[in-house]
């Protein structure tokens, strides 16, 4: 299984290769002719099994740890937030 990031970097990849081959001009004017067609009929299906296919892939992906630093005063009685991570203790076991 991929991870999320390997297949951002592959789509990236990807869309680099063809910025390179196909010229911009006919890019530009498929995802002209794409964003006027998605909600005709025969379309409109397949548009929202697309985005729905996003959201779902974008739900699964992970939020990101984060730690906050507390704020700190420094000799002048100005707030600053310390540069410093403390590791976070781990419970103890009981034995």
Known sequence: ???????????????ATILLIVPFKYILSFLIF????RELEFRREMVLR????????????PAAPVVVLPFEN??????????ETKELE??????
């Open 34 to 37: 794409d964003w006027f067609t």
């Open 90 to 95: 781990a419970p103890k076991k009981l034995e």
């Open 50 to 61: 697309f985005m729905r296919l996003l959201k779902d892939r974008w739900e699964t992906v």
């Open 74 to 83: 420094d000799q002048n009685g100005l707030m600053h937030q310390s540069t």
């Open 1 to 15: 299984m991929l991870l999320v990031t390997n297949e951002v970097a592959l789509i990236l990849l990807a869309s």
